[in-house]
């Protein structure tokens, strides 16, 4: 199993609707979440990042984090054409380790 | 936005020659970290640094070295380049006490 998963395929939606995309961990004792945009052939840029239970929100940009179960989503409102890109879940493991795991992404067009 | 530069932003090279890649942050920050990313694929990590002096390997790390002997300077070396090689690679920094990982626009090598 890995240790990031993003499983969805390419997230096709109409600008303006909302995007959803969804993150699964396998180290119950991971203790942060982020999010991160990669335009192709570009570098990963952080927008989100959570460490509690619950929702987080930044402008069209929400987090959801549910460590019982083990996930973690992304919400994008209003979804513009500048939104098409790579979406990135990185999770932070246990105390005194300082790497992130990183998913493959899940890529989002959003249609005019 | 993060201060990370890094150098050459394109490379291509012969079989077996040493190729150092730099990467340089005005941050101060003390943790540097290097991954390889291949198109739609996970970021894998080569190396990472807690500070001056030192590094540790990551998952991808049996065909490179780094070195720290600065806190703002990270270079990564290929002893003898390989068409396997051939990837984008990412320089990353973050603040200790801080999970936020900051990235560089990265150098895409190409090894014929």
């Known amino acids: 199993q890995k240790e990031v998963e993003q499983n969805s395929g390419p997230l096709s939606v109409p600008e303006g609707a909302i995007a959803s995309l969804n993150c699964t961990y396998s180290?119950?004792?991971?203790?942060?979440f982020f999010w991160y945009r990669q335009y192709s052939g570009k570098s990963p840029e952080l927008i989100m990042f959570?460490?509690?239970?619950g929702d987080k929100e930044d402008g069209r940009f929400t987090a959801q984090l549910n460590k019982a179960s083990q996930y973690v989503s992304l919400l994008i409102r209003d979804s513009q054409p500048s939104d098409s890109a790579t979406y990135l879940c990185?999770?932070?493991?246990?105390?005194?380790?300082?790497?992130?795991?990183f998913g493959k992404g899940n890529q989002v067009v959003v249609i005019p | 936005e993060a201060d990370i530069y890094q150098t050459p932003r394109y490379l291509v090279i012969g079989t077996g020659k040493k190729i150092t890649l730099e990467c340089s942050q005005t941050?101060?920050?003390?943790?540097m970290y290097w991954y390889q990313q291949d198109p739609g694929m996970e970021l894998h990590l080569i190396h990472y640094?807690?500070?001056?002096?030192?590094?540790e390997k990551g998952d991808l790390s049996s065909e490179s070295t780094v070195s720290r002997i600065r806190t703002e300077h990270f270079p990564l070396t290929l002893e003898s380049a390989r068409p396997s090689h051939t990837s984008q690679y990412l320089c990353?920094?973050?603040?200790?006490?801080?999970?936020?990982?900051?990235f560089g626009p990265g150098t895409r090598l190409t090894v014929t």
């Open positions: 180290d119950r004792g991971s203790q942060s």
């Open positions: 990353a920094s973050r603040q200790g006490g801080s999970y936020e990982q900051y």
């Open positions: 941050m101060g920050h003390d943790k």
């Open positions: 990185a999770v932070g493991p246990r105390y005194g380790n300082n790497r992130l795991a």
């Open positions: 640094s807690y500070g001056v002096n030192s590094t």
């Open positions: 959570i460490y509690s239970n």
